[in-house]
Structures are given as structure tokens and as C-alpha cells.
């Protein structure tokens, strides 16, 4: 039997080899390097939670230090003054209204992207592509002239919609992607069962594509829930304003009450980290089983 013929390595692979993955010091290099680059991350959060706790005059005079006199007296006022618990309610109403439409609609798309042929395919491909390479900034006037004439200028559904047409490309190119790997015999499996399209969909290739499906909707949730940009634009008023909306008011009118500020951006901070730790196997699951899935 003739040997198998060995890869060649690039220059860069051999000395990651050499020097990183069969070096102890190599391997103490990188976790240090890691840590420190995590200290970066972690550094600004704890310096906020800890000053959230403090009065402002303590924040000026010993901002790095540990509170001398902890006082949940910020988080009460942030609820008491700027109504926070409101604006969680309208970030989630907006952030979950545009995942549910992402998914479906996304996951609809990419079915037909991924198992039909038709004409323009290709071409609808590269379109989606290339969209993603147009900012939301470049979008912003049209979509706020869109707004007005449809009267939706402060209403949920002027960051829903616009939000959920921004991450449809996204969710159909990575979710399509996953589809594309599921074996055809699955496909024709099913059609011998008597599936129609939309069954086939929801029986075979949804479960199977959960993966791409949490991971789509990992990301989606947390650029809907930190989109300030749109939020600004489309949504002044307090009563649907989310909580990123909040927070910059909070910012603007209370700019000397560094408390209130630290406490304000705490709570904004919060909900993300518990998303995230919540959802974090299922993010690196769905992150890494379309390269090994085929």
C-alpha cells in the first residue's frame, strides 16, 4: 500500500509546531499573553460594578479602591429616577421580537438557499454577501425617511424591522451554510416518506440545524440589545426606549452623578453576561459543528 502523502506545512504552521505546540515555555507564553489580554476585558467591569457601589464623591477621591461604605442607594435611585425596569422590558420585547423574526424568516431562506436550485441563485448569493459590507450608517437616513412616511418613529417596530432586515444576511449565509452540509440521502429519505418542502424543513433539517440556529440567534439577540445607533435615530421617546437609549440620557443628564452612571451601565451590562453565560455551550457547540459536520 503506498504511504500517504504527508501535508506540507507552511512556514508559520511549523512554527507553531516547533515552538508553541511541543514547547512547555511556548505553551506559558501563550496562557500569559491570554491572561493578560483577558485582564483588559475583565479590568473595565469590575472597575464599574465596584464604583457602582460607591458614592460619587467617593468615586472621585479613590476610584480604583475598594468601596469603604458599599450602599445599594445608586441601583435604587437608577430605578426611582430613570425607570430602568421599563426600559429592560422594551429591550427585550425588541431584541426577542427580532430574533424570533431572524429565525424564521432566516431559517426559511436558507433553506431554499441551501437545498433549491432556481434561477438567480448565485446571484441572490453574492447580494446577500455583499450586504454585509454596507454599514448601518450608510442605511440610516433612508430607513429614518422609511419611518416617517409609515408613521412608526418611536414604536417597537421601528428597531424591529429595520433590525431584522439588517441580520437576515447574516443568519441566512450561516445557517445555509450548516444546511448545505446535512446529507442528501436525509433530503431524499424524506421525500420518499411523502415530505413536502416546508415539512421536510421543520421535521428534518430544523433539529438538525439547532446549532446554527442558537448561534445565529446568540449573536443577533446581543446586537439587537446594544444597537444604539438606530435607537437613537428611530426611538426618542421614554416610553419605548430600550435600555441603551437609557443609558445615554442617563449619561447626558446626570453626567455629574458618576454613581448613578456606574450603576446605570452595570445593569445594562448584566443582562449580556448572563445571556451569555447561559447560552455559552450552546454558542461554542453551534460555533464549531459546522467545520467537523460533512
Not at 13 to 22: S, T
Not at 113 to 139: C, D, E, H, N, W
Request: net charge positive; glycine share 6%.
Amino acid at each position: 500500500m503506498a504511504h500517504a502523502v504527508e501535508k506540507k506545512m507552511t512556514f508559520w504552521e511549523r512554527f507553531q509546531e516547533r515552538y508553541f505546540a511541543e514547547s512547555k515555555a511556548g505553551k506559558i507564553f501563550i496562557y500569559v499573553v491570554l491572561t493578560l489580554w483577558s485582564m483588559t476585558t475583565i479590568f473595565p467591569l469590575a472597575w464599574v460594578f465596584l464604583n457602582s457601589f460607591k458614592e460619587s464623591r467617593e468615586i472621585i477621591t479613590d476610584t480604583f479602591a475598594l468601596p469603604s461604605d458599599p450602599t445599594i442607594q445608586n441601583y435604587v435611585n437608577a430605578f426611582e429616577t430613570v425607570n430602568i425596569g421599563k426600559s429592560y422590558l422594551n429591550s427585550f420585547i425588541i431584541s426577542g421580537s427580532v430574533v424570533l423574526l431572524v429565525l424564521f424568516i432566516g431559517g426559511l431562506a436558507a433553506f431554499a438557499m441551501a437545498r433549491m436550485q432556481f434561477k438567480l441563485r448565485g446571484l441572490l448569493q453574492a447580494l446577500l454577501v455583499a450586504s454585509l459590507l454596507i454599514p448601518a450608517f450608510a442605511t440610516i437616513v433612508p430607513v429614518y425617511r422609511m419611518m416617517i412616511s409609515m408613521d412608526l418613529v418611536n414604536t417597537y417596530r421601528a428597531l424591529i424591522i429595520p433590525q431584522t432586515a439588517g441580520n437576515l444576511p447574516f443568519a441566512i449565509l450561516v445557517i445555509s451554510g450548516y444546511m448545505a452540509t446535512i446529507p442528501k440521502e436525509l433530503e431524499e429519505a424524506s421525500v420518499m416518506d411523502g415530505c413536502g418542502r416546508f415539512k421536510m424543513f421543520t421535521k428534518v433539517f430544523l433539529p438538525i440545524s439547532l446549532p446554527a440556529f442558537s448561534t445565529v440567534g446568540i449573536f443577533v439577540f446581543l446586537w439587537s440589545y446594544n444597537d444604539l445607533f438606530s435607537s437613537l435615530v428611530l426611538v426618542s421617546h421614554e416610553r419605548v426606549a430600550p435600555i441603551v437609549v437609557l443609558l445615554s440620557n442617563v449619561s447626558s443628564q446626570y453626567g455629574t452623578d458618576y454613581g448613578l452612571m456606574t450603576a446605570a451601565i452595570a445593569m445594562t451590562v448584566i443582562p449580556v453576561l448572563i445571556f451569555y453565560l447561559l447560552a455559552q455551550k450552546t454558542f461554542e457547540k453551534g460555533a464549531t459543528s459546522g467545520a467537523v459536520k460533512g
